[in-house]
Nanobody, 114 residues
Framework: QVQLVESGGGLVQAGGSPRLSCTAS????????VAWYRQAPGKQRELVAR???????NYADSVRGRFTISRENGKNTLYLQMNSLKPEDTAVYYC????????WGQGTQVTVSS
């Protein structure tokens, strides 16, 4: 059974630099692309960043240059380094495995105070 567990969220001041983690179990993590999504209140879930199994990354325009996605296959873990946070980054952040609709973590709340 595949499980994805996010951590690292919380209340952060604008300009802060938290790092989110997502640890996978029950799967061969290195074989899959993985991604971070977020969902703000009243909005649809949106792609934040994605990293292929080969390490190719892509980012939403709104976070490019501020966020960095990375993976550590030996630890089955995905990271999102978030820098220069803005209040509009406030959302629940989810990781997704393999671009598959059923493989989501439970999410971690990030709240950015101004």
């Amino acid at each position: 059974q595949v499980q994805l567990v996010e951590s690292g969220g919380g209340l952060v001041q604008a300009g802060g630099s938290p790092r989110l983690s997502c640890t996978a179990s029950g799967t061969i993590f290195r074989l899959y692309a993985v991604a971070w999504y977020r969902q703000a209140p009243g909005k649809q879930r949106e792609l934040v960043a994605r990293i292929s199994r080969g390490g190719t990354t892509n980012y939403a325009d709104s976070v490019r240059g501020r966020f960095t996605i990375s993976r550590e296959n030996g630890k089955n873990t995905l990271y999102l380094q978030m820098n220069s946070l803005k209040p509009e980054d406030t959302a629940v952040y989810y990781c997704n495995l393999g671009d598959l609709p059923n493989f989501w973590g439970q999410g971690t709340q990030v709240t950015v105070s101004s």
